[in-house]
């Protein structure tokens, strides 16, 4: 038998370990680094790559001075479009958005639903802890300008919770596992600089002075260690703590799946940009050609010895014999350069997957309808369905990696208190103990409402069209709309319309009936009166209903109590012992009955328990009660 190797564990690194390994990373990823600089270059406008002169006019004598050709595109230009800041700032603003998170419940009763929705409002609660709402804006921003976003999740030790901590990749040196681990982060090194005052407020370090040898913070993140080191040339560790985390608590997101970095959404544009400065300035070259005459002079003795005065108020200029002063417009054709800075922002949409309507606001044709917008923006609208995907994936790895953290690193595992924040568009405050409430669950769910592509009522029509030919649930429906809450909108539709039918009922007895069938006469069945117990239907009435009083007998029920076992005849108790024998080992507690119910004393065993009565009792209820607050009369079964 093959032996299969161990995953690798980052080995507890010291100091002098550390800083030669972050020196190790930073030349390794120069290229990246620099990469990243010219991309924000770009956005910024702040560019020297490409472009043309200064915008030249005329001389003296009124003659155009003009750049020669293939000089303008190698020098620096000084007037810009900032085509691509657009694009940026339209992706930032879609991907930028607060996702709805939840956690799965860990199996479907209703112990397992309360623990899911405990388990979600601590997530939010850690959302408004960390200020993600501005953090999100910033991984938004850039994973669009710069191709990446880093997801890191940080120990507070005043709280003992967990905070999520956005940063530039810029700013970050990582490696990575390899196979089907490939995105995943292996550790970390993260620098940032910070200057003297912050230093010695925070860390109470006394640095000799501001520069970035003396007030760079390193942070280094592995499944073994967190550690932090101010300072390159004489580091110091402020903080150190060490644990045992299957994971490095920090998620790299990448803008585009390729395995390489720095894949922004206008990194294939910059040239196109550049191209595009240079037709502008010679354009503007253009212009001053086409608006400026030429003035030229014939036989100049004969004009006299004075300068030619251009302008309003001028002298008039005596001529003699044969001079002259000759004033021609200059001809030149626009056309060849509009057509190539049309094409080419053409080109530049098609590159970063936008369109001119996301740009301008406005189409360039005469009917302009809903289901037009839409299908211009269809290109982007397919990049931005899959980085949601990709940026999904990445929120619920922070998420589950969250819940991990805050169970078993050390101090954070302590945490007992309460929890507040927002959810489902209402307040809450809930009492939290992170050892038990947890409890080894981490299985979240990301999703965004609609955003491009499709409209609301698009999304409904096909949401509704998979549900009655059964590709998919409800729940899966109000997702796909956008509902924040699905399974909390299944309960309010179910209660609407019971309360719905309850109202038609007694519309149609006239009266509040305790759960009679709608459309049928308060008599019973097809109009037969109904007489007292034991009577038979359309036997006279003895000492029944007096006319004028109202019909106390209750009619058929329409709805069936919660639990309610509709099996002819109860199984025995041995025929459910039986089926619980088969998977005693599997238990994570006890199984008690009392009456009609099966009570669990761990809520985790209700699947199973549900699964082994399937055929004896399939729609006996189970519910999960601790075993000191068993029922009196309750009998353990295994």
Same mark, same amino acid.
């Given at each position: ?6 995953l690798?564990r980052?080995?507890?690194l ?6 030669d390994?972050?020196e190790?990373?930073k030349r390794?990823?120069?290229?990246r ?9 770009y ?7 490409g ?11 009124g003659r ?11 020098s ?9 800041a657009?694009v940026v ?5 879609l991907?930028g ?10 199996d ?19 959302y408004e ?7 999100q ?7 669009s ?16 919770r967990?905070v999520?901590n956005v940063?530039?990749p810029?700013?970050c040196w990582?490696?990575f596992?390899?196979?089907y ?6 550790d970390?090194f993260?620098a940032e ?6 230093l ?6 006394m ?7 003396s ?16 300072g390159?040339?004489n ?16 998620v ?6 390729t ?5 922004s959404d206008i990194g294939?544009?910059?040239?196109q940009q550049?191209?595009?400065?240079w037709?502008?300035n010679?354009?503007?070259d ?6 400026y005459?030429?003035i030229g002079?014939?036989?100049?003795i004969?004009?006299?010895q004075?300068q ?6 001028a002298?008039p200029?005596?001529l003699?014999g044969t001079?002259?002063i ?5 001809q ?6 509009e ?12 590159a970063?997957g ?16 809903g289901?037009?917008?839409?299908s211009?923006?269809?290109p ?6 899959y980085?949601?995907?990709?940026l ?5 790895t922070?998420n ?9 690193a ?6 007992k208190?309460?929890?507040f ?6 307040s ?9 409430d947890?409890d ?10 609609s955003l491009?592509g499709m ?5 409904t029509?096909?949401?509704y069209?998979g549900?009655?030919a ?9 997702d796909i ?7 909390g909108m299944?309960?309010r539709?179910?209660a609407?319309?019971? #309360? ?5 009922? /007694?519309?149609? !007895?006239g009266q509040? =009936?305790? %759960?009679g +069938? $709608? &459309? @049928? *006469?308060?008599?019973?069945?097809q109009? #037969? ?5 034991g /009577?038979?239907? !359309?036997?006279p009435? =003895?000492g %029944?209903q +007096? $006319? &004028? @009083? *109202?019909?106390?007998t209750?009619a058929?029920m329409m709805?069936?109590?919660f639990?309610a076992?509709?099996?002819p005849s109860r199984?025995?108790?041995? +025929? ?14 006890t199984?008690?009955?009392s009456?009609a119910?099966?009570?669990i004393?761990?809520?985790?065993d ?13 729609n006996?209820?189970i519910r ?11 009998e353990r079964?295994?």
């Amino acid at each position: 038998m093959p032996i299969q190797p161990k995953l690798d564990r980052s080995p507890v690194l010291g100091t002098a370990e550390l800083m030669d390994e972050f020196e190790k990373r930073k030349r390794r990823f120069a290229d990246r680094d620099s990469w990243y600089e010219r991309l924000a270059n770009y956005y910024y406008g702040r560019s020297e790559q490409g472009g043309g002169l200064p915008i030249l006019a005329a001389n003296a004598q009124g003659r155009p001075l003009l750049r020669p050709v293939g000089e303008s595109i190698n020098s620096r230009r000084t007037y810009s479009s900032q085509r691509l800041a657009p694009v940026v700032d339209d992706y930032a603003a879609l991907l930028g958005r607060m996702p709805t998170s939840r956690v799965e419940p860990p199996d479907p009763s209703p112990q397992g639903e309360a623990k899911a929705e405990l388990l979600t409002k601590y997530l939010y609660s850690t959302y408004e802890l960390s200020k993600l709402g501005y953090q999100q804006a910033q991984a938004g921003w850039l994973l669009s300008a710069l191709g990446d976003s880093v997801y890191v999740l940080e120990p507070e030790p005043s709280k003992l919770r967990v905070v999520w901590n956005v940063f530039s990749p810029h700013n970050c040196w990582p490696s990575f596992y390899h196979g089907y681990r490939r995105f995943e982060v292996f550790d970390l090194f993260v620098a940032e600089m910070w200057s003297a005052t912050e230093l010695r407020r925070q860390w109470g370090v006394m640095p000799p002075n501001d520069r970035p040898e003396s007030c760079t913070v390193v942070t280094y993140l592995s499944p073994s260690q967190r550690s932090v080191v101010v300072g390159t040339k004489n580091p110091q560790r402020v903080a150190h703590v060490e644990w045992d985390l299957d994971f490095c608590p920090a998620v790299w997101v990448f803008n585009k799946v390729t395995g390489m970095m720095g894949m922004s959404d206008i990194g294939n544009s910059l040239d196109q940009q550049d191209f595009l400065d240079w037709c502008f300035n010679v354009a503007a070259d253009g212009i001053v050609q086409n608006t400026y005459p030429l003035i030229g002079v014939k036989d100049p003795i004969n004009v006299g010895q004075d300068q030619i005065t251009i302008g309003p108020g001028a002298p008039p200029i005596p001529l003699q014999g044969t001079g002259d002063i000759i004033v021609r417009q200059t001809q030149g054709n626009m056309s060849a350069i509009e057509i190539m800075m049309s094409q080419t922002l053409s080109d530049m949409n098609a590159a970063t997957g936008s369109s001119s309507v996301r740009q301008e606001g406005q189409m360039k044709s005469s009917i302009t309808t809903g289901r037009a917008v839409q299908s211009v923006q269809g290109p982007q609208s397919t990049r931005i369905e899959y980085k949601q995907q990709v940026l999904g994936e990445a929120i619920e790895t922070a998420n589950s990696f969250t819940l991990q953290m805050q169970e078993k690193a050390p101090f954070l595992r302590d945490f007992k208190g309460p929890i507040f924040g927002n959810v489902k568009g209402k307040s809450f405050r809930e009492e939290f103990t992170a050892a038990e409430d947890i409890d080894g669950w981490y299985r979240t769910k990301v999703s965004w409402q609609s955003l491009v592509g499709m409209n609301l009522q698009q999304k409904t029509a096909v949401a509704y069209e998979g549900m009655v030919a059964g590709i998919w649930d409800d729940l899966e429906a109000r997702d796909i709309v956008g509902i924040e809450d699905p399974l909390g909108m299944r309960k309010r539709v179910q209660a609407q319309k019971l #309360q719905d039918a309850q109202l038609a009922q /007694q519309a149609e !007895g006239g009266q509040p =009936q305790q %759960g009679g +069938q $709608p &459309g @049928q *006469p308060q008599g019973g069945p097809q109009g #037969q009166q109904q007489g007292p117990p034991g /009577q038979s239907p !359309g036997q006279p009435e =003895q000492g %029944g209903q +007096q $006319p &004028g @009083q *109202p019909d106390m007998t209750p009619a058929p029920m329409m709805f069936k109590p919660f639990g309610a076992v509709q099996t002819p005849s109860r199984p025995s108790r041995d +025929q459910i012992e039986s089926a619980l024998k088969k998977i005693q080992d599997k238990l994570k507690g006890t199984v008690w009955t009392s009456g009609a119910d099966i009570l669990i004393s761990d809520y985790r065993d209700y699947s199973k328990v549900q699964q082994a009565l399937q055929q004896v009792a399939p729609n006996i209820r189970i519910r999960a009660v601790p075993e000191d607050k068993m029922p009196d009369g309750a009998e353990r079964i295994v």
